[in-house]
């Protein structure tokens, strides 16, 4: 029995280019060209860059809000059920729910939690870890981390197709056009 | 117009500045990305070690094994072999707790508020500065962990379920402690970490050791500098600066409270959280000069850390320094006007002509009167003088507190209970056992990570050029 080729037996196509105005007139080109399944890499973040890629917002701020939020109530609940319903003491009629004693923990647990929901939520919003991905196929993308400047179409893109996707990338870039193998 | 203007190599453009020359630039001309790239993630990825590092190295480590036969014999014996006593309960323990937080709210302020304030200068000092943060702190923590008398329920310290019905004491500021610090190290941990993940991704792709490789690689969770990934992680870290700030600042602020939150003299007073957390960015900006001095001379790295980011530091050393002088003065100036017997006592009477007075004279001339000298700039360019100053403000700081703590415990209320306190070599042998266990752990990092933040350099090259054009 013969097995079934993927859909997709590749991942897509890459460019190369060497400066950050060029990748960034190039996202633009591209997002104009009709794509949507496309994406660009560089070794620092470029301002403008996950605009052009369509990208515009992430829900992360609402995230460390609700962080927040949780840890603002869990340290003050926790306290609060401590002082009043778990272990009262009576100390001179001084009040159980004695809140602005409460204040510095509850101040120290909202930014615990927000921080780690910044960065986990970070983290999971963008997928990582994922130690694999098409891209590291190519062996030029090394330079990704260093000073090279990549667009990848992918081939899920519905504007796809094998052989103008390549002409129009080799004329958006002059150093090289490469296949992704998935 | 323009030659007759002092324009530096990097062409700055003299309207902005008001017709004043620009100031030096924060990256020396002549890099690209290929070129921070490689000479930063270089120190990291070459195979030989530095003799320098050895020796370093070494060093530190003998300390630290120090550290552990200290803390070893304290767990085994007790308390009773520091120079601890009635009333002064509180000595080298505490003074060092408070010395290493406040050495780590450096690292928070060049990462955290100096992002915030959009200073480019922070770009090449605040990966180490971070690094010794959380350095700094695993110090401190070292220290409220052992001081208690039963060290081996330290976790009790903690609100968990437990079959005792016990909980910690909310209301008392050594509870805030336990959650401000807890907090504050968990936070530098993550934001320091969550800053490595692009520069890691750079190691995985350059280094040739395989080990290495899968090891970098590992830790970089697969980044791939995706513009997505990109933003998310700006947002991200904006975000963590944003909490870091207030952060830091709290966490000095309820060390502050260990003792305004007291009634002694000499300890209750409302000037503490400020005039505690400008101290702490004081010596924290100290130790980062000891540190970055040594290190951008012996790396080669003047080309990244430069002569203006020296001389920005010493001046927000000095202007920290005036924050604590100011404070120095208040505490006296209360001190009289209350006419309250006890606080002049222990303000005036017994700091400037008590037992301890001598260490108190040296303290303000450490921290008042020497810094006075970085208001001149000859002073701020002299590399080896402004090492020096950064030492002895180091010294200053650890006095400062040495001062507020057993000073103020010494001679409290009743006469009947004034007593002398000296140090034991266990005091000693535990405080230089936690500098070399910051030393050990300040060398693994230089040798195994990239003390330069890789990206940022880039990003601040670019808008180094584009300011050129």
Redesign the interface.
């Known amino acids: 029995m013969k097995l079934e080729k993927p859909k997709h037996a590749t991942y897509g196509l890459m460019a190369e280019f060497h400066t950050?105005e060029e990748l960034l007139e190039a996202?633009k080109r591209t997002y104009a060209e009709g794509y949507r399944r496309f994406?660009?890499?560089?070794?620092?973040?470029?301002h403008g860059?996950?605009e052009?890629?369509g990208?515009t917002s992430?829900r992360?701020?609402l995230i460390?809000l609700i962080g927040g939020l949780v840890g603002c109530l869990g340290?003050f609940g926790?306290?609060y059920w401590?002082?009043v319903s778990?272990?009262p003491m009576n100390i001179g009629g001084k009040p159980l729910n004695?809140w602005p004693?409460?204040i510095?923990?509850t101040?120290?647990?909202t930014?615990?939690v927000?921080?780690?929901a910044?960065?986990l939520?970070?983290?999971a919003?963008?997928g990582?870890?994922?130690?694999?991905?098409p891209?590291?196929n190519v062996p030029e993308?090394?330079?990704?981390?260093?000073?090279k400047f990549f667009l990848a179409i992918e081939a899920r893109d519905p504007k796809y197709d094998a052989a103008r996707t390549r002409e129009y990338l080799k004329n958006l870039s002059q150093y090289g056009v490469y296949d992704v193998d998935r | 117009m323009a030659d007759q203007q002092n324009i530096p190599a990097s062409g700055g453009h003299p309207q902005e500045y008001g017709g004043l020359p620009a100031p030096p630039p924060l990256i020396e001309p002549g890099h690209?990305?290929?070129s921070v790239?490689?000479k930063i993630s270089a120190i990291v990825l070459k195979k030989s070690t530095p003799k320098g590092w050895i020796v370093g190295f070494a060093i530190a480590f003998v300390l630290t094994m120090m550290l552990f036969v200290a803390l070893g014999n304290l767990v085994i014996t007790g308390i009773g072999i520091w120079g601890n006593n009635i009333p002064v309960g509180w000595a080298f323990d505490i003074i060092n707790f408070v010395w290493w937080i406040g050495i780590g709210h450096a690292g928070t302020l060049i990462s955290a508020i100096l992002l915030l304030f959009r200073q480019q200068w922070r770009t090449s000092i605040n990966r180490f500065a971070e690094a010794m943060t959380l350095f700094a702190v695993a110090c401190a923590l070292i220290y409220p962990a052992i001081h208690i008398g039963r060290p081996w329920v330290f976790f009790w310290l903690f609100?968990y379920p437990n079959t005792m019905?016990l909980?910690p004491q909310?209301?008392s500021?050594l509870?805030?402690d336990v959650?401000?610090v807890?907090?504050y190290g968990?936070?530098s941990l993550?934001?320091w970490?969550?800053g490595l993940i692009?520069d890691l991704?750079?190691l995985?792709?350059?280094a040739k050791n395989i080990f290495f490789k899968k090891l970098y690689?590992?830790l970089a969770?697969?980044?791939?500098?995706?513009?997505?990934?990109?933003?998310?992680?700006?947002?991200?870290y904006l975000?963590?600066a944003g909490?870091?700030t207030?952060?830091v600042i709290?966490v000095h602020t309820?060390v502050s409270?260990d003792f305004a939150v007291s009634i002694l003299p000499g300890w209750n007073a409302t000037i503490f959280p400020p005039y505690f957390v400008a101290g702490a960015i004081f010596s924290g900006f100290a130790m980062v000069l000891t540190l970055s001095i040594p290190i951008r001379k012996f790396y080669g790295l003047e080309d990244f850390i430069t002569q203006r980011h020296l001389d920005n530091m010493a001046r927000v050393m000095l202007a920290t320094g005036l924050i604590v002088a100011y404070g120095y003065m208040m505490e006296t100036f209360m001190a009289w006007y209350s006419a309250n017997p006890y606080e002049k006592f222990a303000i005036q009477t017994n700091r400037f002509t008590g037992p301890y007075a001598p260490l108190y004279w040296l303290l303000i001339a450490c921290n008042v009167l020497l810094p006075q000298l970085l208001w001149f700039r000859r002073f701020r360019e002299n590399t080896l003088a402004l090492w020096v100053m950064s030492l002895i403000i180091n010294v200053g700081m650890w006095l400062e507190r040495f001062v507020i703590i057993v000073v103020t415990l010494t001679r409290d209320f009743l006469p009947s209970a004034w007593r002398m306190y000296s140090p034991t070599r266990w005091d000693f042998a535990t405080f230089f056992g936690t500098i070399g266990l910051f030393l050990a752990l300040l060398f693994l990092f230089l040798r195994f990570l990239p003390l330069i933040s890789i990206?940022?350099m880039?990003?601040l090259l670019?808008e180094t050029e584009e300011k050129q054009d």
């Open positions: 950050p996202a994406n660009a890499y560089s070794p620092y973040p470029i860059l996950s052009a890629c990208f992430t992360l701020p460390v340290g926790l306290q401590g002082s778990y272990y004695s004693a409460f510095p923990i101040f120290e647990c930014v615990l927000a921080a780690f910044a960065v939520g970070m983290l919003l963008n990582l870890p994922m130690p694999y991905h891209v590291f993308f090394t330079q990704a981390s260093r000073d | 690209t990305f290929a790239t490689d609100p019905g909980l909310f209301r500021p509870m805030w959650f401000a807890s907090t968990a936070v993550m934001f970490f969550v692009p991704a750079t995985r792709d350059r690689g590992f969770m697969g980044w791939r500098g995706s513009a997505r990934h990109w933003h998310r992680y700006e947002v991200a975000l963590l909490l870091a207030p952060l709290s309820v409270f990206f940022e880039r990003a670019k």
